[in-house]
């Protein structure tokens, strides 16, 4: 059996846009991995460790624990033997509260959460997982409820994937862009509506495939 961290934010734990409600797992895109893997033989479980608002090494002024730094590599020693660990964050690196971030910080602030898991205080002999960093899609025109906290973010965040594919290459990570098969929802321009899990989903399986088979 094959354990996969994965840890990011509300894109993964499946908010609906424009409200508080979470969509089932078989429909977030976690769950679209696993099951379709387990449907064709192989034997892995999907560990979903996903905060609405976590930023990647910046706090939340309103809202504590939202730090993805903090307790990470209690994560990774919790949850060993790990086969593989999923990142995909920085949606929220670009909230109002975080004027000047753009995609180099946003990259430099996954560097950091890359390195806490390499060095995380797992048992002897245990494996340091290889990481696949996922960069989200890039955020479109907040409205609705994510107007005002994403205000400006869809200019922050250019250039976000390549700056994520540069940072895997030098650390060597596993780097997939989220954006090649699916973009953010019309309705809020943050967050994945059901298709879109689903698109998401069927692509990480199969670079997953890919990484541990």
């Given at each position: 059996?094959?354990?996969?961290l994965?840890y ?56 504590p ?18 086969s593989?660990?999923?990142?995909m964050?920085?949606t ?6 975080h ?9 430099q ?9 390499r ?14 960093l ?47 098969v699916?973009?953010?929802s ?13 698109r ?7 670079i997953?495939?890919s990484?541990?088979?």
């Open positions: 059996m094959n354990h996969i994965v990011a934010d509300s894109l993964t734990w499946g908010i609906i846009p424009n409200t508080r409600n979470r969509l089932p797992f078989d429909e977030r895109w976690p769950g679209v991995v696993e099951n379709k893997l387990n449907a064709s033989g192989h034997k892995l479980r999907l560990i979903e460790d996903c905060l609405n608002g976590r930023r990647s090494v910046w706090d939340d002024p309103f809202k624990g939202r730090k993805g730094l903090d307790g990470l590599a209690q994560r990774i020693e919790i949850n060993s033997p790990l593989l660990v999923i990142l964050l920085g929220n690196d670009f909230q109002f509260s004027p000047y971030n753009d995609a180099w910080s946003a990259a602030g996954m560097a950091v959460l890359v390195n806490e898991i060095k995380a205080p797992i048992e002897p002999g245990m494996p340091v997982p290889p990481i696949l996922v960069c989200p899609p890039q955020i479109r025109n907040p409205r609705g409820s994510m107007a005002e906290k994403f205000r400006g973010a869809d200019l922050k965040c250019a250039g976000l994937a390549e700056a994520y594919a540069q940072l895997a290459a030098s650390l060597g990570c596993h780097f997939f862009d989220a954006q090649t699916t973009s953010t019309d309705i809020d321009g943050v967050h994945l509506d059901a298709d879109q899990h689903l998401l989903g069927n692509a990480l399986a199969e997953v495939r990484i541990l088979f």
